[in-house]
């Protein structure tokens, strides 16, 4: 049995571990989306800054639904 630091610097490392890794899928989904319609220049600086900036935020919000997921699952055992 881990004692609260270790339990919360583990939950930290996951974590972090997860966020990075839905920020990577979200990059590689990206990547097959074309949004040269939307963009002058497909394959300047601020199109390539553009979809950094959509990978942080969709992988940001899948992350956080997946922690929030395990957190509310954990909470359920405690109903019964």
Sequence with gaps: ????????????????????????????????????????DPDGIQAKA???ILSIVLGHGLATFLIDYTGWSRMVGNLF
């Design 1 to 40: 049995m881990m004692d609260g630091a270790t339990s919360f610097g583990v939950t930290a490392l996951v974590n972090t571990f997860l966020s990075l890794l839905c920020i990577g899928l979200s990059w590689w989904v990206l990547m097959n989306v074309r949004l040269d319609a939307f963009l002058r």
């Design 50 to 52: 553009l979809y950094i």
